[in-house]
């Protein structure tokens, strides 16, 4: 996996080794006379330590320097099996695990040349999910990207894909959506609902506005009435006369009937 410099084996005061046990995880455990090592077996195979039956303490801790290396690609690589990962990702990810950071920009260097890690493909892979499988607009996807340190132009570049018709379509489909599930609330209210939804999902004004035209056929009257009747029951147990009519108004005033 790693290109790094193979143990050189020294002259010094060499600790025999006795045995060797298979771990999980593609590891070794390796028995010494003094002590016990557990390394990456690619890490054993790779210097020949089913051959070599000795260690000096210099080979020993440049084995346990490379082999922490091959530790965080491992670790990367089960990150990676979910799904595509940004470099920004991929660091904090690592970072959280606690390894230095000299041994995680090692790896994320092995990723990007591997193109296991791919800012330019990770962006296109977002973008067309949100776009198929969320409401999310451009602008909430343009600033979900830059949080992970990605160049804008990139963004930008395939945003492109994201058409002013598809945002419409989308739009649209949310208005009917909305108009449907709130057939208490009034068209003043409602409009003022699915315009501050659609801004935070992150479309234009523009896009949202073209879309409205989609709430002239809803009619406050029924609505208007059954609300004015449920006022009526509620609050003629406490008023009466002129300051229950003032009260009913000012409720349905507020819900946004006048």
Do not use: W
């Not at 930008?156 to 945002?167: C, G, N, P, T, V």
């Not at 939804?197 to 896009?207: A, C, F, I, K, T």
Request: proline letters at 0%; one cysteine or more; charged letters at 35%.
């Amino acid at each position: 996996i790693f290109n790094f410099f193979f143990i050189s084996y020294d002259r010094g005061e060499r600790m025999k080794i006795n045995s060797y046990k298979k771990l999980k995880n593609g590891q070794y455990k390796i028995i010494l006379s003094d002590r016990e090592l557990v390394l990456h077996e690619d890490l054993i195979l790779k210097n020949n330590l089913l051959i070599t039956k000795e260690l000096s303490e210099e080979q020993i801790g440049h084995l346990e320097d490379e082999n922490k290396k091959y530790l965080i690609y491992d670790e990367a690589l089960k990150y990676l099996k979910s799904k595509l990962r940004s470099k920004q990702e991929m660091y904090q990810y690592l970072e959280k695990k606690e390894y230095d950071k000299k041994s995680i920009d090692t790896v994320i260097h092995m990723l990007i040349k591997q193109k296991y890690l791919d800012d330019d493909l990770y962006v296109q892979a977002y973008i067309n999910d949100k776009m198929h499988f969320t409401n999310d607009g451009p602008y909430k996807i343009l600033k979900s990207l830059k949080q992970q340190n990605i160049d804008k132009k990139t963004i930008d570049q395939h945003l492109k894909s994201f058409s002013i018709e598809l945002q419409k379509e989308k739009v649209e489909k949310f208005v009917k959506k909305a108009i449907k599930t709130n057939r208490n609330k009034s068209k003043k209210n409602l409009k003022q609902k699915i315009i501050y939804n659609l801004s935070n999902l992150g479309y234009s004004m523009d896009v949202i506005q073209s879309c409205l035209y989609l709430l002239e056929d809803v009619s406050d009257e029924n609505i208007k009435k059954k609300e004015q009747e449920k006022l009526y029951a509620k609050l003629s147990k406490k008023y009466s006369g002129s300051e229950l009519e003032y009260k009913i108004k000012q409720k349905m005033i507020q819900k946004g009937f006048y």
